[in-house]
Every structure is written in C-alpha cells, then in structure tokens.
C-alpha cells in the first residue's frame, strides 16, 4: 500500500560519491565542451571532497597538451573532437591529478564549428578506472546549453557504469 509519499530518485553525483567512497578511489576530470559542468555537478554530492581531486577545463588545444599531456599528433591527426583525443584527455588527467578514475569529455556543443565530418552535438566521452580506458562516441540534439548538459549527463552514467563494472 503506498503512503502517498514519493520515492525520490538518488541523483547519479551521489551514487557515484558512495562507490568511490566505498572503494577508497580518486576521481578527476577533464572537460572541454562541457566547461567544468561534470565537476560542477559533482561536487553538488555531499562527501565528493573525499575523493574528488581536481578538474581540468581545457578548452584549447594548447591546454589539452600542457595540462592533460596530449600528443600534438593526436590532435593534428585526428582533431580535439576525436576517439583518440577523448582517450588522452582521461587518461592525462589521471596521471596529472594522481586519481584512480578520470572522465574527460570533448566535442561541439554549437551553434557553429560543426562540419559534416563532425557536426554540432558530437561528443566524445572517455572514462579511465584503474588504468582501464573507454570512450563513447555521442550525437545530442539541441542548442548549445541542451548539449553541454546532455554530455555531463552522458559523461556520469557512463562513470557510474565504469565505476560498476570495475569491481
């Protein structure tokens, strides 16, 4: 029988606060189109401060390089938007904060910059756990706004889901 009281859904920054807390990891981030939204987001859990390091926003080129130690052939190969980019951006930052678990995104969040090769709402999404790195390659519709919430919603499940399978 239900009380008429609704359960509340626990936000995913929570969910993921306990498991590192749980598991005694570091956690960093390296933002680009999302513009320290991931970390913003994390740290509204409470706790966070236990694990949480550092976050990186490194929109340009030169920053992804000196702060995150990505390859100026990865970037002039394959672009800042790219599998390869995503993947030295979480894994640099890693390194760079000392942190267990690292979640970089990357892409074009709009209106302009996009192409048809790489068109706006394309984002990149890389997860490093314990030296294990995945990307997710991402299509969000929307404007600007719509797309930079969308990739910090995206980035933390796909966190949150590393963080499970890591066990």
């Known amino acids: 029988m239900s009380s008429g009281r609704r359960i509340e859904e ?10 590192l807390r749980h598991r005694g990891l570091s956690v960093t981030t390296a933002e680009s189109c999302t ?6 987001t994390l740290v509204n859990a409470d706790g966070i401060s236990q694990a949480f390091k550092e976050g990186y926003i490194t929109y340009s080129n030169e920053a992804k ?9 990865t970037l002039q ?8 980019t995503a ?14 678990v690292a979640v970089a995104a990357t892409g074009i969040a709009g209106p302009g910059g996009g192409t048809e090769e ?10 490093t756990v314990e030296g294990q790195t995945v990307v997710k ?16 919603k995206e980035a933390l499940e796909i966190l949150y889901c ?3 399978t890591a066990l």
């Open 10 to 19: 626990e936000p995913i920054e929570k969910k993921i606060e306990r498991v």
């Open 35 to 40: 513009g320290g939204l991931i970390a913003g």
């Open 65 to 73: 390089m000196k702060l995150l130690g990505v390859k100026e052939e």
């Open 77 to 84: 190969k394959f672009g800042a938007v790219s599998r390869e």
């Open 87 to 100: 993947i030295e951006m979480a894994e640099g930052a890693a390194v760079a904060a000392g942190a267990d």
């Open 118 to 127: 790489k068109p706006v709402g394309l984002v990149y999404i890389g997860c």
């Open 137 to 152: 390659r991402c299509f969000f519709g929307g404007d600007r706004n719509e797309v930079r919430h969308k990739a910090v």
């Open 162 to 164: 590393q963080l499970l």
